[in-house]
């Protein structure tokens, strides 16, 4: 089997990416790691993340084994390429989740054993596997469906617009003036089957839309702007409330990664509202993390 890894959603083609869906909804699982382990180097820290696909390799029959980069000296004591040739010798899967999407890329380099990114500056797959798995089970088929996102064009959107166009959504984003998508990054949405559509009026984004999803204006590592940030967002409206809600299609959810900051980025009444998907979402976590496993490990069906 050629060997795989999973940097970012569109790694995947759109029927692979379908595939990884359905074998997240496998029930029972096979346990192709059953007497195998999977290493998972944690530079950032991570709740969701940690709890979701140890448990995911567990369901599998295999051993997470979780480290904090300043246990492995991660560029320190050792490079990242050194670590990863390290890391296959022991494992079946290494997963990383890291300040610099060039760290994953570098350990890629090295691996014999797929590498998954779990999270770094620029993308967010895992994240995005879960929400699509989400999507699917309470929307149906996704082709023509419409997504939302009303903030900044961090990570957590790009991984998720790239899966939406792969899975045949559409696109909008609605961000202030200097946090929207790069016109790089709508081009790759565009090749890979999506239409998106960037704004700075969260309304014009959202109107119709069959799904509206945001995340925290300042992410981790970006402490140092949250002040700024927040002057920026809050000054030109960008809080999810039920007015913006109401601007979306009948029947519009809401999505959001976790943490929330609730009467920031997302009043208290949407994300603890009818409309609100986001701890069925967080569930999917480990289901999109076992599907991806099981898809990186040779499972068709």
Known sequence: MTLRHLLEVDDLT????????DLAEVDPPARPLEGRGVGLVFEKPSARTRNATEMAVVQLGGHPVSMRGEEVGLDGRESAEDLARILSGYHAVIGARVFAHATVERMTDTASVPVVNLLSDTAHPTQALADLLTLRQHLGPLAGRQLAWVGDANNVFRSL?????????????????GYGPGEEHLERVRARGGEVVAT????????????????????????DEAAARRADFAGAGFTVDQALMAAAGPGAVFLHCLPAHRGEEVA??????????????????????????????GATS
């Open 14 to 21: 759109a029927d692979e990416l379908a595939m990884v869906l």
């Open 268 to 297: 208290a009444e949407v994300v603890d509202g009818p409309a609100s998907l986001v701890w069925v979402e967080a569930a999917n976590r480990m289901h999109a993390a076992r599907g991806l496993l099981l898809f990186l490990l």
């Open 161 to 177: 617009s790239l899966g939406a166009a792969l899975a045949g959504m559409g696109v909008r984003i609605a961000s202030p003036e």
């Open 200 to 223: 700075t009026e969260p309304l014009e984004a959202v109107a119709g839309a069959d799904v509206v999803a945001t995340d925290v204006w300042a992410s981790m590592g970006q402490e």
